[in-house]
């Protein structure tokens, strides 16, 4: 009996004891801490009409692994990055680059040197001055193998980064000459003398080839100025701790808490203004949970599913709430050209012009996203209107495989050697994958009748899977996101040969020249014009199936004024330009 | 006792090995590594791929990569770096520049163990698990006495709806009738420091193990109802407490206490749903995103962590028993 209640009460105890852990206050010996409290609550120094400065509260959705200038990859961590730092140029809301922290910049005649003059009096949100030599920097680190950054890849147009960055021993010599390609210096090419050098405000970049493109790249986060010596002193994880973000951008971080909450105050020192409101990014992965906290009135932006898009529909507030927009991406159903049929130009204009994209928009993405048929998205640089080449047409898809010799028996596709070939449809095995496989298998049976074999995989088997022109399968669904709005990025990025577009097998070494012309031409009614002859080349080779542009979906709040739609958002609505928000009282 | 209780625990060694093998071959035979990132954007050129690779020693032959984990190996500058054996978990690939037990069991700067993701999950788990127990068990006991009555029914009718919703149902279910339509929470806790931000997850979380509970205590004091001693207790003229508390609890709680030691591990684990649904900063999520991601050091890391308290828990409930039940003794 005595154990039995020792026993019991020991339950008891430990329950309480533990309750008492989770719940409650925090114990009096740990101070809190918090972040900075909104301003809203603090009573103006003078009684003027101050403008309302409230917190802009967003979901971001996955925390981000890691906030690094020279490392971060992801969506959700550039947009952290993003408010806290500024590159030398930056894009406008019609995705023209415009200048940031340069205030001009110039290419030499042949477009193989690029000079930017920074602003006068650019400062870091301590006060601490901003030179050139912190660009420097920043590129130099953002090549340097020993960072290892995952899209370092992306400046590898400057002269010597890619022999800098695959150096694995004696790198010195590749060290110094890439840093002779990267330079800061005063205006008249003195050289700079440190990180007080007010004079130091040129910063020069050597590039490989022409590259008349390349300031748009400089608007990236992999050249965003944090500074060495935080990142020195504070080793790896100089990241977690806020307190190392001194930035140049348009907001200050002033919390990073991992896994719940990223917070920001207006940056006083912003050479552009200064914002009217903070910033907390929380980090719900939920959607349905986001949802339920901005009916609630607990997030001042969301961004906006297909799940939950016929309850906005049909309801007249948060459909006036609904922004959707274009986006950044385009998809298509890969065709592997060297895996029978799809060898053959005459079946992939078959299943290509079986889909009806029209019908997969409505019926399959909701709304959410807008068909095509060809590859540079609208709102981007390049973009072609009035493309119909193989758009959808059942009895030319059905000639098509007639012309190419084929028959189809039993839902079997029999080639001109009398041969069944066996079709698979490979996709990342998602339940919203599943529903638009499904639907687009029922497509190709009803259109060509022939059974399409699905075949789901684990996701990161089938990124690993399709990245290899050895293992990527048949035909699968793939996209590509600009990096950067540029019909180079587009074109010579994806389907040069040995690119990017190699993993399905594609090489066509006319188009080649036609890129290579087209990234090296100075002037920019040829360029556009070369790129629009190249795009022409690829759409009428058919590869694969353009199917469809992504959309930004978000639901706002009625009292965030002001913000811009910009196909590149990453992460939220407004980002690209976060000082023309404004928040009224709520 | 002690003898068996070091028995006990030197056996763990050859387990955590056993299953830090098994996981290893495992995770490895899936296709994919940790720098294969989402397809529709730039992929980690191949060049990045092999300088991370070398530092990590990802290039070298498994079984290297595997005695590297478990014993140690030299590092690029010629360094010993200890492994499992001296505690260390290794570095996670995805949040580079943090180890494994640093995303673990670090808490942020300024503040106590319970704050850093383990230590969250712990004080959720042991939350959940204490009212599960503290309700669990009367209920399924007052169930048992109260057979086919009304109260029984009540309580089958409730354990029958927590044994079948599942998590994420109930998760959303409870947050738009408590946080939506009567305002008493927010959606999305705002501060964990706050006691009320603990009560959804924690009545999520606890649950399905509640219902688990009541259910066996009721089926095993059903059982025990019936015994010869139970009768022969009622016709000693004891008091009808001391009869259900020292003769049918006592004997009733056996299963009962057995499900609780693996279900206390997995509780204090963490759990991906909550996690995911109310922005808890525990460890559950890192787990299962870890698989997704081939974040292989943090997939061993948190699948030894695991095993580890389960095994310690079986321990406990072993332990248990002997204060339990008289007739059963440890063999020395």
């Known amino acids: ?474 035909m699968f669904i793939l996209g590509w996101c600009a990096d950067y709005p540029d019909p180079q990025n587009w074109l010579s990025v994806y389907w040069k040969t040995g690119a990017f577009g190699e993993r399905i097998g594609y090489s066509n070494p006319e188009l080649d020249a036609l890129m290579t012309q087209a990234d090296a031409e100075l002037d920019s009614a040829k360029r556009a014009d070369l790129y629009a002859q190249a795009q022409d080349m690829l759409v009428a080779g058919s590869p694969v199936a353009f199917m469809w542009n992504n959309v930004n979906s978000y639901l706002v709040k009625p009292w965030v004024k002001g913000a811009t739609q910009t196909p590149m958002d990453s992460g939220w609505i407004g980002d690209n330009d976060p000082l023309s928000i404004t928040l009224e009282a709520h | 006792m002690a003898t068996y209780l070091i028995r006990r625990l030197l056996w763990l060694i050859p387990i955590l090995f056993v299953v830090a093998l098994i996981t290893f071959i495992m995770m490895h035979a899936a296709p994919g590594g940790p720098w294969d990132r989402d397809l529709n954007a730039r992929q980690v050129d191949a060049t990045t791929q092999n300088t991370l690779n070398e530092y990590y020693g990802l290039d070298k032959p498994l079984w290297r990569q595997f005695t590297a984990y478990v014993f140690g190996d030299v590092n690029k500058e010629n360094k010993f770096v200890c492994g499992l054996v001296c505690g260390n978990l290794g570095p996670s690939y995805r949040v580079r520049g943090r180890t494994v037990q640093d995303i673990l069991f670090e808490p942020p700067k300024e503040k106590s163990f319970l704050y850093s993701r383990f230590g969250y999950s712990m004080r959720l788990g042991g939350l959940a698990l204490s009212m599960a127990i503290l309700i669990g068990i009367p209920a399924g006991m007052i169930a048992a006495l109260k057979q086919n009555t009304w109260i029984d029914y009540v309580s089958l009718f409730i354990t029958s709806i927590g044994i079948s919703i599942p998590s994420f149902v109930m998760a959303i279910f409870l947050i738009i009738i408590f946080a939506s339509m009567l305002h008493l929470v927010n959606v999305v806790p705002k501060d964990w420091d706050d006691g009320k931000a603990w009560i959804l997850p924690a009545a999520v979380l606890g649950f399905g193990t509640m219902a688990f509970t009541a259910r066996l205590t009721r089926a095993s004091m059903l059982e025990v109802l019936r015994q010869d001693y139970v009768r022969t207790a009622r016709a000693k003229g004891l008091h009808e407490r001391v009869v259900i508390f020292r003769h049918m609890l006592r004997n009733a709680l056996i299963p009962v206490v057995t499900i609780l030691g693996p279900a206390l591990a997995a509780l204090v684990t963490g759990s991906f749903i909550i996690e995911t649904m109310f922005g808890f900063p525990g460890m559950g999520r890192a787990y299962v995103t870890a698989i997704g991601q081939r974040d292989y050091s943090m997939i061993l890391g948190t699948t030894l962590l695991f095993v580890f308290l389960v095994s310690l828990a079986n321990l406990t409930v072993d332990m248990l028993y002997v204060v339990i039940d008289p007739r059963i003794r440890i063999n020395e």
């Open chain 1, 1 to 474: 009996m005595r154990k039995l209640f020792a026993l019991l009460s020991l339950l008891v105890i430990a329950s309480m004891a533990l309750a008492a852990c989770g719940g409650g206050a925090a114990p009096a010996t740990e101070a809190p801490v918090v972040p900075a409290e909104p301003q809203a609550t603090e009573a103006p120094a003078e009684p003027t009409a101050e403008p309302y400065h409230g917190t802009l509260r967003i979901n971001m959705g996955s925390f981000p692994d890691i906030v690094d200038p020279q490392k971060s990859s992801f969506v959700g961590e550039i947009a952290v990055l993003k408010l806290v730092y500024e590159g030398l140029t930056r894009l406008d809301k019609d995705l023209n680059t415009i200048p940031a922290a340069a205030e001009s910049w110039e290419y030499n005649d042949d477009a193989t040197v690029l000079t930017f003059t920074l602003r006068e009096g650019l400062t870091y949100s301590d006060g601490s001055l901003l030179n050139a030599a912190r660009f420097e920097y920043s590129f130099h680190r953002n090549s340097d193998p020993a960072t290892a950054g995952e899209y370092a890849s992306i400046a590898d147009d400057i002269l010597g980064a890619a022999e800098f960055r695959s150096c694995a021993e004696n790198c010195d010599a590749v060290r110094d000459a890439f840093y002779e390609n990267t330079k800061a210096s005063h205006a008249d090419g003195a050289a700079c003398t440190g990180y007080d050098d007010e004079a130091c405000n040129t910063f020069t970049v050597k590039l490989k080839q022409a590259g008349p493109y390349f300031h748009t790249v400089a608007s990236l986060w992999v050249g965003y100025p944090a500074k060495q010596e935080l990142i020195e002193a504070g080793g790896e994880n100089w990241w977690l701790d806020a307190a190392n973000h001194i930035g140049n951008g348009p907001f200050v971080m002033t919390t990073l808490e991992q896994g719940t909450q990223v917070a920001f105050v207006p940056n006083e020192t912003y050479w552009a203004g200064v914002a009217t409101y903070d910033i907390d990014y929380a980090y719900i992965v939920d959607g349905a949970v986001a949802f339920e906290a901005y009916k609630n009135d607990e997030f001042d932006i969301v961004g906006l599913g297909a799940e939950d898009l016929g309850t906005v529909q049909n309801d007249p507030t948060l459909s006036a709430e609904a922004n959707i927009y274009p986006g950044s991406c385009t998809f298509a159903m890969m065709f592997h050209q060297q895996k029978a049929p799809f060898t053959d130009v005459k079946v992939r204009e078959a299943f290509a012009m079986a889909i009806d994209r029209d019908a997969w928009v409505s019926d399959v993405l909701k709304g959410l996203g807008s068909s095509t048929l060809t590859w540079i998205p609208k709102g981007f640089p390049g973009y072609q209107d009035g493309e119909t080449r193989l758009a959808f047409d059942a009895a030319a898809a059905v000639q098509s495989l007639t012309d190419g010799g084929y028959t189809v028996v039993d839902g079997q596709l029999i080639g001109a050697d009398g041969k069944a070939i066996e079709i698979v449809d490979t996709f990342s095995d998602t339940p919203r994958n599943r529903t638009r496989n499904e639907w687009l298998v029922a497509k190709w049976k009803e259109v060509l009748g022939i059974d399409v074999k699905l075949n789901p995989v684990e996701s990161t088997t089938y990124t690993a899977l399709t990245k290899d022109i050895n293992t990527a399968p048949q």
